[in-house]
């Protein structure tokens, strides 16, 4: 069915950039050796891969995190800061190249989808938050904040 596999078609509650089959692709290289072994040296192996990666995470944590929201996501909001020109008219109208995009902040929405799927603001978004002085951070979703990765990694295998 298309919701599976087309994002036009793609619930909007999940938020993540990353499709699953690419996620498949990463573990699957990532316990390639482990799947060499006999069942339980393999999951043994694996546990032991999962925990490391587990606590280098656990100490990215530790690290000095600037700001409320992870330096990934901030990178990304920086990336998309200059690309648009947007135009104010109760919702925004955004122009890049020759696409023309709508825009409503309000709502948290963009009609290229991205913003509602992800929860990052898209780079039309970002246009018609900087053109009203609101900082893109502050309309981000929670799950990109230090506290959700602090929650996610805080504790042990």
Known sequence: PPNTWVRAYFSEFPK??????NNCEVFNSYILEARELPIL??????KCQLMTRHYSKQQEIGKDIQGAFYPK???KIAKF???CIASPSGVFQVQIKDYLHIV???ARTCDCRRWQLIGVPCCHAISCL???RIQP???LANCYSVEAFKNIYGFNI
């Open 137 to 139: 951070e502050s309309v």
């Open 104 to 106: 409503d902040i309000n």
């Open 16 to 21: 993540c950039d990353i499709l699953l089959n």
């Open 81 to 83: 800061a200059n690309m």
């Open 41 to 46: 040296s393999m999951l043994e192996r694996i």
């Open 130 to 132: 900087k053109s009203e």
């Open 73 to 75: 996501i901030r990178k």
